[in-house]
């Protein structure tokens, strides 16, 4: 989305409001998602501001330092990629998974719920990743495992998702345990499409969960809905 060559070009101005992602996303022929990535890197980059609950904001012509911050894969694409390759290799590990790798990944369970409990959302965060990983090493396949090790790679070192991250713990987008014990039941009950669903559920809430911890709720559109629901409920003369 080149939002920032227009906003170099002055067709949005310093100090002035962005259209709505949405309008963003119908002007430049994009998904919403792309328009939130594409919004990540100019806030990473300070050309623009994020007002929770008012928009986003302008701030400068040119990014800051002079240099535009090298934004690497956008963090919905990773997870698109990860629910693709990740809900195949929990198919797979549900054929190959050992009695060890089973212990393993009961442990990395509990030290998710641990992590939750203590409020510890870092020790989580790692469990949670080494609980993905160790999914796809159960799988006894080495690219499997090497594709899959790479995305998360490319997860920890895009600054997109790191800005991402920052605002899913400010929002409380948690790991979930629930959503793990489910995958790990479907792995250790053998069933190869009950893993796959289970990866898939688990990667599609992910992906809700921190489009709606990064929602910016535009203050006019929630004035818009209040009067129609005003409208709607009124005394008809």
Avoid: C
Avoid at 125 to 150: M, P, R
Avoid at 205 to 223: C, K, N, P, W, Y
């Amino acid at each position: 989305a080149d939002i920032a060559g227009r906003i170099v070009a002055g067709d949005y101005p310093v100090g002035g409001r962005l259209p709505s992602e949405r309008e963003l996303a119908q002007l430049l022929n994009v998904s919403r998602p792309t328009v939130r990535e594409a919004l990540f890197a100019l806030e990473l980059d300070g050309y623009v501001e994020v007002r929770m609950g008012s928009g986003v904001y302008v701030m400068a012509r040119a990014p800051r330092g002079g240099t535009a911050v090298n934004v690497d894969v956008g963090p919905f694409e990773l997870l698109e990629a990860r629910r693709a390759f990740e809900a195949e290799a929990a198919a797979l590990a549900a054929t190959r998974v050992s009695e060890e790798q089973l212990a393993e990944l009961e442990a990395l369970l509990q030290e998710i719920n641990d992590g939750l409990a203590a409020g510890d959302i870092l020790r989580s965060e790692a469990a949670d990743q080494a609980f993905h990983l160790k999914v796809a090493e159960a799988t006894g396949n080495s690219a499997i495992f090497d594709v899959v090790a790479s995305l998360w790679e490319a997860r920890d070192r895009s600054p997109q998702y790191r800005l991402l991250t920052q605002k899913a713990r400010e929002a409380r987008v948690d790991p979930v345990g629930d959503e793990h014990a489910a995958i790990l039941d479907a792995v250790r009950g053998g069933s190869p499409d009950n893993a796959r669903r289970a990866m898939q559920l688990h990667l599609n809430r992910v992906f809700e969960s921190l489009i709606a911890a990064t929602e910016v709720h535009e203050i006019e559109e929630t004035r818009r809905r209040i009067s129609a629901t005003r409208s709607k409920f009124s005394p008809q003369s």
